[in-house]
């Protein structure tokens, strides 16, 4: 679903800024390794070695780390990320690390509670004890629904996205096309709540919900940010 996009990503991602410092952030404050799940092309890993930090990324998308592999070379710090393709439900790891995470909504990529447990499951083998899982996702509103429902938006010069959302499976249909390749991709969300269920399900607590990466508190927003401890 990525590899025909590898090299239109960054391009439609470009004004997507918001959550890098955030994640540079947790990653310097856990004083080790990173591993990031669904690294992409390292548009937050890459910021995240500049600053120090080691980063394993794993990929199930071949295109999306050739590309990342390319970034980190041009930014010099191929040596500082590490990046190996798998499943983030079965991610090729066996380094124990302080912090995981799972930026920019890759976790609703999974289907049903039963892949978003064993996503969930899968991290905390790779904490440490006390180490933290930071991930975000959304939960979209009605107003989104109804202004983008079935349209093509010019995301960025001479990039489309259309949003398809169907609200009795709670699924977002994404579809995107610019010159660099084209992709169409389901997205599944469910209510923070249910994150909250699940987390403590897979052996989590909960250390905070934010509703932006500015750490504003959650409230009920259709952005949620969240840093869980491995009880
Ligand atoms: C929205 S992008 C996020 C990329 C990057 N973390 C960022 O913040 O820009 C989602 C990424 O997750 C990857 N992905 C989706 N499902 C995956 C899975 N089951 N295992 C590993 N990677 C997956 C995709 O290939 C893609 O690179």
């Not at 070379?73 to 690390?97: K, N, Q």
């Not at 909250?196 to 607590?205: P, Q």
Request: glycine content about 10%; proline content about 5%; aromatic content about 10%.
């Amino acid at each position: 679903m990525y590899d025909p996009i590898a090299w239109l990503y960054d391009p439609w991602s470009a004004s997507v800024i918001e959550d890098v410092s955030f994640y540079v952030e947790e990653a310097l404050a856990a004083g080790g390794g990173v591993v990031e799940l669904g690294v992409g092309t390292g548009r937050i890993a890459i910021p995240t070695a500049l600053a120090g930090a080691y980063v394993i990324g794993i990929d199930s998308s071949a295109g999306m780390l050739a590309v990342c592999s390319e970034r980190a070379r041009e930014a010099g710090v191929g040596e500082r990320l590490d990046l190996r393709l798998g499943d983030l439900r079965r991610p090729p790891v066996d380094e124990r690390v302080p912090i995981v995470t799972c930026p920019f909504r890759s976790y609703l990529h999974l289907r049903g509670d039963d892949e978003r447990l064993e996503a969930l499951r899968a991290a905390r083998e790779l904490l440490r004890p006390g180490g933290r899982l930071v991930f975000d996702v959304f939960t979209p509103s009605r107003e989104d629904i109804e202004e983008t429902h079935g349209r093509w938006i010019e995301r960025e010069p001479g990039i489309d996205e259309r949003a398809d959302w169907d609200l009795a499976a709670q699924t977002l249909t994404l579809s995107v096309r610019g010159l660099q390749g084209s992709s169409t991709m389901t997205l599944w969300w469910v209510e923070p709540a249910r994150w909250h269920t699940l987390l403590a399900e897979s052996g989590f607590e909960v250390l905070e919900c934010y509703g932006w990466f500015d750490r504003r508190p959650f409230a009920g927003g259709e952005d949620s940010v969240w840093i869980a401890r491995r009880k």
